[in-house]
Each structure stands twice: as C-alpha cells, then as structure tokens.
Nanobody, 123 residues
C-alpha cells in the first residue's frame, strides 16, 4: 500500500520557519518524483516544489524561490520542505505527492497524494 505521510505543520509568525516532512512507503522511492503542493482557502491547489531523489534535482514555483528548500533522505524514504521567511500568503494545507517518473522538469501530474498538513502564518 502506498503511503505519503506529512508532518510538521503548525502555526508560525510571519518571518518564521517550519520544516515539513513527507515519509513515503509502498513504492520504489528512487524511481519517483516527490512534490509538495499547497491549497489556500478558496484557491486552487498549486505545485510548490519537486525533487527527484535519484539525482537530487529540484524545482520551485517562483513565489517560494529563495525562501523554501527541498531535500530527501533516501535511507529514510523521506522528503523535507524547509520553509523560511514565511508570509501570511503561505498559509495553506500542504500536501506531499508522488509521480512515477524519476525527474521533475516542470511536471505537476500526480499518481499518489498524502492527506496534507496545515500551515498557518500569522501577521
């Protein structure tokens, strides 16, 4: 059974930091692209960042470049999203997702979703 389990969400003040984690199981981690999406209240879900664990290549949406980083611990089948300089506009439910290709290249299609973790940034 494929599982993507997010953790690390919470309430933080603007300018603060949070680190989200996504623990993956049930599929060949190195053969997948792992992505973070977010969905703010009343808005569509958007792709935020992607990592290909097999070679470490990453990508980010423009609105988080320079503030967010993504990394993977392949021994633990876990991906992390480090979020710094958080803004109220980053408030959203953050979802981990996986796609069965070992590259990102701007693609945001998804094979598996996690259940999400809420990030709230107060002003």
């Amino acid at each position: 059974e494929v599982q993507l389990v997010e953790a690390g969400g919470g309430l933080v003040q603007a300018g603060g930091s949070l680190r989200l984690s996504c623990a993956a199981s049930g599929f060949a981690f190195d053969d997948y692209a792992i992505m973070w999406f977010r969905q703010a209240p009343g808005k569509e879900r958007e792709g935020v960042s992607c990592i290909a664990p097999n070679d470490g290549t990453t990508s980010f949406v423009d609105s988080v470049k320079g503030r967010f980083t993504i990394s993977s611990d392949n021994a633990k089948n876990t991906v992390y999203l480090q979020m710094n300089s958080l803004k109220p506009g980053d408030t959203a439910v953050y979802y981990c997702a996986a796609r069965g290709t070992n590259y990102c290249l701007g693609r945001w299609d998804v094979d598996y979703w996690g259940k999400g973790t809420l990030v709230t940034v107060s002003s």
